[in-house]
């Protein structure tokens, strides 16, 4: 069941983060490659004929959809340094577009490694964490990581071996650095930041990537000093939050100690991991003012999660904006799955897409949800899913830019802003703006376990 054309006024929400912290969609291969596909390559069956799959490259003002040049894509994803596929990340036009890069830590930390050379190497030397330590070096996979992040990203993560993979963190871990001591895990993070230092930029004439320093922290009491205290000298254009160094408190002290000590006169942009709208949107953006306040400098600051990628690939969900209210049980993000069976994909049940969707104008659900013989049962195909990932990513940031309109915009709306939510931005102002003092935290700490709630012992 085809919908109407498009609306010709293609939306670009891009100039709209001008002020707010940005919202990064943590982008999957799958999508990015079939977002280059020729029309005849997108389905074995209809599809509308103003449709076209280069449409879902929403970093291009060439879709007819929607754009934002903003995105996150992750170097674990590849196996190469040089990639010979067509994506829309690899082939995009540079200026204007911002893509930040993963340096794939995560994939290191899970031993989900793409490169069957790299997680050979790495496997062989699993149950010997002193054979690791000594040849991490030969594994090859921080060489690739730097090639790659150079050629392909605007921003990236230096490359760190997570701590939370640690048996000492996690006992259950199974890892393949699950041996290594927290020691033994900062110590090589150390020498990968000092090799990236070293050759950044050494393939393209010195013009690489631009780089944001890991910052990581976890249960264990001093792991995240320890952590800090070894990476805090080397200089590059940014730093990024991961594990548990991104929790409210956590973040605020260190962002707190990074101004006292200095250490933020090149930093052109703060990233922090798996972080989604739209309470987070104006968090972030409240501290990111106040942050670029203290030092006198624009600082951007920049959230990522994958969240619209699992829901339309795992869950077969579709996300729609929040109603957001004065109360802040609305401030979150509600999914759906959509119904997969013969009547919806015959078109026999009608099931539109949410109003608000630029995909609307081309689709229903019913297009999403697709019967041919090699799918006879009506269920969700590559096109439908991709369809429905271009959906949940605009959701993501019609939402995160809504909430910061209602906050922060030139017509804001405190009616609909949860006071407790005003409440947060008037304490992120006072913080960086009076020191950012122990005693500041512990004189509002009902009011940060709202947002940053504390753990509960385990039975």
């Known amino acids: 069941m085809m919908c109407c054309s498009p609306d010709t006024t293609m939306a670009d929400l891009t100039d709209r983060y001008d002020s707010y912290a940005v919202y990064l969609p943590s982008l999957q291969q799958h999508y990015a490659e079939f977002a280059t596909r020729e029309r005849s390559d997108a389905r074995q069956g209809r599809i509308p004929r103003n449709f076209r799959p280069k449409d879902l490259d929403f970093l291009s003002s060439d879709s007819r959809l929607w754009s934002c040049k903003y995105a996150l894509y992750s170097s674990g994803q590849f196996e190469k340094a040089f990639v010979t596929t067509d994506d829309m990340v690899l082939n995009r036009r540079r200026e204007g577009v911002i893509v930040i890069g993963d340096s794939g830590g995560y994939q ?21 964490p002193q054979e690791f330590y000594q040849n991490w070096f030969t594994t090859g996979y921080r060489e690739r990581v730097l090639n790659w992040l150079d050629a392909y990203t605007d921003y990236a993560m230096t490359l760190d071996l997570p701590l939370w993979a640690s048996t000492e963190e996690k ?27 070293e050759n950044r930029g050494r393939n393209f004439g010195g013009e690489g990537t631009k780089f944001l320093n890991v910052i990581q922290d976890i249960k264990q009491e001093g792991a995240g000093e320890l952590w800090y205290d070894a990476v805090k000298d080397f200089e590059f254009e940014g730093w990024a939050f991961g594990g548990r160094s991104s929790l409210l408190r956590n973040m605020l002290r260190r962002l707190r100690t990074l101004l006292d000590e200095d250490r933020l006169k090149r930093t052109e942009v703060i990233h922090l991991l798996a972080k989604s709208p739209p309470i987070q949107s104006v968090i972030y953006t409240a501290i990111q003012q106040a942050v670029s306040k203290a030092t006198n400098r624009p ?20 996300y729609h904006k929040p109603e957001l209210t004065s109360n802040l ?4 993000m509600p999914s759906r799955a959509v119904p997969q069976n013969m009547q919806v994909a015959r078109g026999n049940v009608p099931v539109d897409l949410p109003e608000f969707s630029p995909l609307s104008g081309l689709f229903s659900v019913n297009d999403i949800v697709f019967h041919k013989q090699a799918n006879r049962f009506g269920r969700v195909d590559n096109l439908g899913e991709h369809l429905m990932t271009n959906h949940n ?67």
């Open 299 to 318: 600082i951007r600051f920049t959230y990522d999660s994958s969240s619209p990628h699992r829901a339309s690939g795992l869950t077969r969900a579709i």
């Open 108 to 128: 290191l930390g899970t031993g989900a490694i793409k490169s069957k050379r790299e997680k050979e190497a790495i496997y062989r030397y699993q149950d010997s």
């Open 393 to 459: 990513i605009y959701t993501f940031h019609a939402t995160a830019l809504e909430a910061c309109d209602l906050v922060f915009g030139k017509k804001p709306d405190t009616s609909r802003v949860p006071s407790v939510l005003q409440e947060l931005v008037h304490f992120v102002n006072v913080f960086f703006e009076n020191g950012g003092s122990e005693q500041l935290i512990a004189d509002n700490v009902k009011l940060l376990d709202v947002f940053d709630p504390p753990e509960k012992p385990k039975k």
């Open 329 to 332: 049980r609305t401030w979150r």
């Open 171 to 197: 006992p259950e871990s199974t890892s393949p650095i699950r041996n290594l001591s927290i020691k033994q895990l900062i110590d090589l993070s150390v020498d990968n930041l000092r090799y990236f230092q």
